[in-house]
């Protein structure tokens, strides 16, 4: 069965980096786009960015154009977001996805919390 793997979060200061990484099983990876979303304390979950399956295409939310960036290792089956200048209000459970056959398939995220 599909699963997805977060992991990298943690606690870091305002203008710190991070780099997530979400481990993918349980289908041809290198034949599916991924995505990565967050969800916030009380706010829905939003998208932050997607990659395209061979990773020749990429695309973020406004918010994060410049300051994030989403690669993948179709050899490890893994994607990352690399998330430069965080800011307080980028604090949120970070989640990675992909869509199979309409259905959409989420890891257990991992937690990010940007505070001095």
């Known amino acids: 069965q599909v699963q997805l793997v977060e992991s990298g979060g943690g606690s870091v200061q305002p203008g710190g980096s991070l780099r997530l990484s979400c481990a993918a099983s349980g289908f041809t990876f290198s034949t599916y786009a991924m995505s990565w979303y967050r969800q916030a304390p009380g706010k829905e979950r939003e998208l932050v960015g997607g990659?395209?399956?061979?990773?020749?295409?990429?695309n973020y939310a406004d918010s994060m154009k410049g300051r994030f960036t989403i690669s993948r290792d179709n050899a490890k089956n893994t994607v990352y977001l690399q998330m430069n200048s965080l800011k307080p209000e980028d604090t949120a459970v970070y989640y990675c996805?992909?869509?199979?056959?309409?259905?959409?398939?989420w890891g257990q995220g991992t937690q990010v919390t940007v505070s001095s």
């Open positions: 990659i395209t399956s061979a990773g020749g295409s990429t």
């Open positions: 996805n992909v869509v199979r056959w309409g259905i959409h398939y």
